[in-house]
């Protein structure tokens, strides 16, 4: 008997009653906009930027209406601007690249390595070419950062981190997000925390904040705010910084205050399950899993591995019958762009380079949701499905229809 997954791979968890709680108060009294406050009252946003820099020991934190602003906004903070060019990840997602062209930047992309994060080597050989390097710590994983700062310091490039996957997670004891000037978190439904659309921007650097929130649009109301530089830091910048509005408001900080009090707790769900499915994947042959190193303290909201150097053909028929048993994979190695996966050479506005390690990498890359309504018995099923169908295509099995028998 065949069995099949029945889940919802982009099904994520519903909000939690103290939020929708906390989120009928606020319309309840309508005050949505973050500086509409009665007298003595603090408004649930800059509560939660309170809450936010907590969490990771930045001193400052700004909420936004989305990652995308929140990259946009640091690069602007950290004075990138037209015909700049800035440093990034050549395996990334569509909002990355689109952040630097939206401040009229022209991006540099870095290899990519068979653990999936930056190739250090490269991005060392390439310093020279920029100021900015934008690191996305895609999907999770995170590159040896105390050897990124090392090279980047020496070489005086500034670092922004994009940790639109990496909100809890940490390298070496530090969190993801404090390594770089910037760090920039998303709050949209895909990522840790589930405010529909929304970001954070942290950082300890006084004056590049400053910027950030009269960037964000802030007006002259800056003194609201409670995770923000001094007033006096704002003297000048007030005057010199446009206002580009990007900012969350009440109802999604209401919604998302309660969610980063359970982000250890549920980390700590998604890594179960992570375990869970590269035990169940583990010796299968053709089969790589990426090596996920001691001092990465990862959060999985996704799960990756790699059919390295398998002809294209035999990659699509593994992607056809895990689906047809239910289980949703996504392929980095497709020529044409399909639903949130793009590559690096389909982001034509800008120039695009010739990567051949990156080309090799992406052309294995498997990538799956893992949404925290999947319980352990529905990861092991799922382990289970993939193996049985890489090993079968590996192994030159006849693929041909997969007859389904439904067991659940
Ligand atoms: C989702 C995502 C972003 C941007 O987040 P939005 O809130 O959707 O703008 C940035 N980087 C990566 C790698 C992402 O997956």
């Excluded at 990496?166 to 978190?185: D, I, V």
């Excluded at 005057?239 to 359970?262: C, F, H, K, V």
């Excluded at 299968?284 to 190193?293: D, M, S």
Aim: glycine share 10%; charged share 20%.
């Amino acid at each position: 008997m065949v069995e099949v997954f029945n889940g919802q791979f982009t099904q994520q968890e519903p909000i939690p009653e103290d939020g929708i709680a906390a989120a009928n108060a606020v319309m309840r009294h309508g005050r949505l906009h973050r500086y509409n406050t009665v007298k003595g009252e603090i408004a649930e946003t800059a509560l939660l930027e309170e809450e936010f820099a907590a969490l990771t020991g930045a001193k400052y934190c700004l909420a936004l209406g989305s990652g995308g602003i929140a990259m946009t906004t640091a690069l602007r903070a950290a004075a990138v601007g037209p015909g700049d060019r800035v440093l990034s990840n050549a395996f990334t997602l569509a909002p990355v690249p689109g952040a630097i062209a939206a401040v009229g930047a022209v991006p540099i992309y870095v290899e990519v390595t068979d653990d999936l994060t930056i190739d250090l080597d490269d991005l060392a050989g390439k310093l020279g070419q920029a100021k900015v390097l934008l690191v996305s710590h895609m999907r999770g994983h995170i590159c040896d950062m105390d050897r990124l700062m090392a090279l980047c310091d020496a070489a005086g490039v500034t670092v922004i981190e994009d940790c639109a996957h990496t909100m809890g997670a940490a390298w070496n004891g530090a969190p993801s997000g404090r390594h770089g000037r910037f760090g920039c978190f998303s709050t949209q439904t895909y990522k840790h925390v589930n405010s529909g659309e929304g970001g954070f921007l942290i950082s300890d650097d006084a004056e590049g904040m400053a910027r950030a929130i009269i960037l964000s649009g802030s007006y002259m109301l800056y003194e609201r705010h409670r995770a923000a530089p001094p007033a006096e830091v704002f003297a000048q910048i007030r005057y010199e910084t446009p206002n580009i509005s990007g900012r969350m408001d009440n109802l999604r900080a209401a919604i998302l205050r309660p969610q980063l009090q359970r982000l250890g707790e549920q980390a700590a769900r998604w890594n179960e399950r992570y375990r869970l499915v590269e035990a169940g994947l583990a010796g299968t042959p053709g089969l790589r899993l990426p090596v996920r190193p001691e001092k990465e303290a990862f959060v999985a909201s996704s799960f990756q591995f790699l059919l390295p150097d398998w002809e294209a053909e035999k990659v699509r028929e593994v992607v056809a019958r895990c689906l047809a048993r239910g289980v949703e994979l996504k392929w980095f190695g497709a020529a044409e762009p399909v639903a949130f996966t793009s590559r690096y050479d389909s982001w034509r506005y800008a120039p695009v380079p010739v990567l051949p390690q990156t080309d090799r990498v992406l052309a294995g890359v498997v990538d799956m949701r893992l949404p925290l309504t999947f319980s352990l018995e529905d990861c092991a099923l799922i382990a289970r499905i993939i193996r049985a169908e890489v090993s079968a295509v590996f192994q030159g099995e006849e693929g041909g229809t997969v007859t389904l028998e439904v067991v659940k």
